[in-house]
């Protein structure tokens, strides 16, 4: 397992730098926030098991599945925080938590 | 001196806010506040000025539609009490947080429980941490001066914070009063249109109010102390600024016959008034007994109140709320540890009284002055309590 590429500078480094009411100037920049490093657990989908139902991406909390080219749901890593409701819910079992630590 | 009108305090009030151009009102209303928040709705309603009147269904409906009319750049009023306060302040701490100029009238009652509605200043120091500027109007005069003050300095880009006027609930709001309105243009020519630092707007999309880890809430929290803290500066510039217009003056901390005064009373808010004319009759019988009244609670004026105390051999410190099981009264406890490391620092006598509406009379305050005279150390205990 390799280790996750640490995010760029996420905080202002002093506390004269942070914006009046701590505002955003930048939208949509919380993308730039890889939430998928909180992760323990990571969801591995089994594409023969997988039915294509979409159940996993209607519960994901994240919103981080999504459906590729080939229709199956699979979910970004970058931003799966490896709840594992996806695996809990996928009824046909094709989706398993696997530990992210060697 | 201009045309003076007899007026309810807490009708005038509304009216120093409507010579505002204020854009959004959102007021809840509460016993003794609730002649300006029916006043504020008549003029809304009658079109004397062009703003929106939100009515809510509590207060802290109406805090949070203030949040959110200053952060689309409003320019926003409301008012409350006791329980109401209570109720805004999940809310009170999230405004400072986000730089958002609301100003509002807070009429002091008791709170609850026992029930009951009379002036006290119980309500406002549970608050007193919140992030807010804190101010203490003496009378209806004051009250008018303060409310338009307040929207020019809580908007100040080197301040924008929210303020809390507080107006004695009766002894204030409910009294009639020789006032002094200043006109439309004077207004006008004091306070500019509000220029917000930013506006949620959506062709300039930005975020407010976000969240914090723990990377950074503790960074954002010296912002917030050290914005309220150099707000004094503007307070003080603002202040100065309406005395050279309007000719009425007002510092951070004031005083009457304290100059080198042995004995000073220190007040809050309308029992001022009371305390001086009690300084008075002990200065006619060779007391040398002095005034200090602070004007100002957050961001709290040391530096004015060292000057106005110096040279005093006891401090008698009033307050009109208590700190349960802590150290005394919110005031004096504040003051007490800022002179702690004073050499020559006054003898600290607290008194805790008018609380619920009861009412501290000229002849009390004597008789507290010359009980807190013999005392030999620093005591804090209740005044009037019967036994």
Redesign the interface.
């Known amino acids: 397992m390799k280790k996750k590429k640490a995010v760029s500078k996420k905080w202002p480094e002093k506390w004269q730098e942070i914006n009046p009411g701590c505002m955003v100037f930048t939208p949509g920049n919380a993308s730039a926030l890889h939430t998928g490093s909180w992760r323990a657990q990571r969801p591995v989908l089994d594409t023969q098991k997988c039915i294509k139902c979409g159940l996993c991406y209607i519960f994901c909390p994240e919103g981080c599945i999504a459906e590729d080219s080939e229709g199956f749901f699979k979910a970004n890593l970058d931003y799966c925080k490896g709840c594992g409701i996806c695996a809990h819910e996928c009824w046909p079992e094709a989706i398993v938590m696997v530990e992210e630590e060697e | 001196m201009g045309k003076r009108v007899g007026m309810e305090v807490g009708i005038a009030a509304a009216e120093a806010v409507a010579l505002c151009n204020i854009d959004v009102a959102a007021v809840y209303p509460i016993t003794p506040q609730s002649h300006i928040a029916e006043h504020m709705a008549d003029i809304v309603h009658d079109g004397r000025i062009n703003a929106e009147f939100i009515t809510v269904e509590s207060e802290h409906s109406s805090i949070s539609a203030c949040a959110g009319a200053s952060a689309a750049g409003a320019r926003v009023y409301t008012a409350t009490s006791s329980q109401g306060l209570m109720l805004m302040h999940e809310i009170l701490p999230i405004i400072s ?4 100029p609301v100003v509002m009238g807070n009429a002091n009652r008791a709170i609850s429980g026992p029930l009951n509605i009379w002036n006290d200043h119980t309500d406002i120091m549970p608050q007193r941490d919140c992030g807010w500027i804190c101010m203490f109007a003496e009378n209806g005069q004051e009250v008018i001066d303060m409310t338009i003050q307040s929207f020019k300095i809580a908007e100040h880009p080197d301040v ?1 914070l929210p303020i809390v006027l507080n107006i004695d609930g009766f002894q204030l709001t409910h009294m009639i009063e020789p006032l002094e309105f200043p006109s439309q243009a004077q207004v006008n020519r004091f306070l500019p249109p509000r220029g917000p ?2 506006a949620l707007h959506p062709d300039n ?6 969240f ?2 723990p ?2 809430f503790a ?2 929290m ?2 917030k102390e ?2 309220l803290r150099n707000s004094k500066k503007t307070i003080v510039k603002i202040w100065k600024e309406w005395g050279k217009m309007f000719g009425r003056h007002y510092k951070p901390v004031e005083t009457y016959k304290a100059k080198g005064a042995k004995t000073l009373i220190l007040t809050m808010g309308s029992m001022g008034e009371t305390a001086s004319v009690a300084v008075d009759e002990m200065r006619e019988k060779g007391a040398s007994v002095g005034l200090v009244k602070m004007r100002l609670w957050r961001p709290l004026p040391i530096e004015e109140l060292r000057a106005a105390i110096r040279g005093a051999k006891t401090l008698i410190v009033m307050d009109r709320a208590v700190s349960f099981g802590g150290a005394g009264g919110p005031v004096a406890t504040d003051i007490k540890s800022y002179l702690y490391q004073d050499m020559s620092r006054p003898k600290v006598v607290n008194y805790i009284m008018g609380l619920g509406g009861r009412d501290v009379t000229v002849d009390d305050f004597i008789a507290m002055t010359k009980k807190a005279v013999k005392k030999k150390e620093d005591t804090f205990e209740f005044y009037g309590v019967r036994e």
Do not use: H, Q, W, Y
């Not at chain 2, 947080?97 to 958002?100: G, K």
């Not at chain 2, 999309?205 to 976000?210: A, E, L, R, T, V």
């Open positions: 947080a986000m730089r958002l924008m630092f930013v999309p930005i975020s407010m109010g976000c914090n880890m990377d950074i960074e954002s010296k912002v050290t914005a």
